[in-house]
T-cell receptor
């Protein structure tokens, strides 16, 4: 079945450095890839997403890149701040959408930004 | 995005009992989903709640254990039946919202502890 692998499982960076989290997916028909940030005790919050007709998308300090051929997508956070510390989840939508709109989530990355 | 609420926010239950979790959205949405997040783990889809018809369950989840209702486009319930300690988890509903049927937003979750 559909699988999403996420690496690394933990990531520690110094404040101001960049952080990169990588995911790979198995279903070549997947065409929507969101990223969620989950702070301790809180709900997952959508921070950025990308669709398969786009190779890169940026929103201030965060960006996502997609390589459809390799079935890889990555989250890039620049100029990290302590408030970026959280668990980040990637996801891939299985199939073309509509009635089959379910997301498959990666295993999560615990990002710690050291002040 | 839609405002999503869940009740209860947390509960402690005895083995063998059942708990019904409610998910309320402030606007009509096409898709509603129920997820489970075990301690320190990723999000696993339990089922898609279909308005006016039976829910669609994922592999490993069955209706007898997790009956779901969706009487209209703004409300759904998930029941965790005949609970055991292994059912201790956070249960989250999510919805598609806004102009995009891709994007999913999560409710605040229900933290369930089974003794």
């Amino acid at each position: 079945g559909e699988n999403v692998e996420q690496h690394p499982s933990t990531l520690s960076v110094q404040e101001g450095d960049s952080a990169v989290i990588k995911c790979t997916y198995s279903d070549s028909a997947s065409n929507y890839f969101p990223w969620y940030k989950q702070e301790l005790g809180k709900r997952p919050q959508l921070i950025i997403d990308i669709r398969s007709n786009v190779g890169e998308k940026k929103d201030q300090r965060i960006a996502v890149t997609l390589n459809k051929t390799a079935k890889h997508f990555s989250l890039h956070i620049t100029e990290t701040q302590p408030e970026d510390s959280a668990v980040y989840f990637c996801a891939a939508r299985l199939g073309p959408g509509g009635a089959t709109n379910k997301l498959i989530f990666g295993t999560g990355t615990l990002l710690a930004v050291q002040p | 995005s839609a405002v999503i609420s869940q009740k209860p926010s947390r509960d402690i239950c005895q083995r063998g009992t059942s708990l019904t979790i409610q998910c309320q959205v402030d606007s009509q949405v096409t898709m509603m989903f129920w997820y489970r997040q075990q301690p320190g783990q990723s999000l696993t889809l339990i089922a898609t709640a279909n308005q006016g018809s039976e829910a669609t369950y994922e592999s490993g989840f069955v209706i007898d254990k997790f009956p779901i209702s969706r009487p209209n486009l703004t409300f759904s319930t998930l029941t965790v039946s005949n609970m055991s300690p292994e059912d201790s988890s956070i249960y989250l509903c999510s919805v598609n919202s806004g102009t995009s049927t891709d994007t999913q937003y999560f409710g605040p979750g229900t933290r369930l502890t089974v003794l």
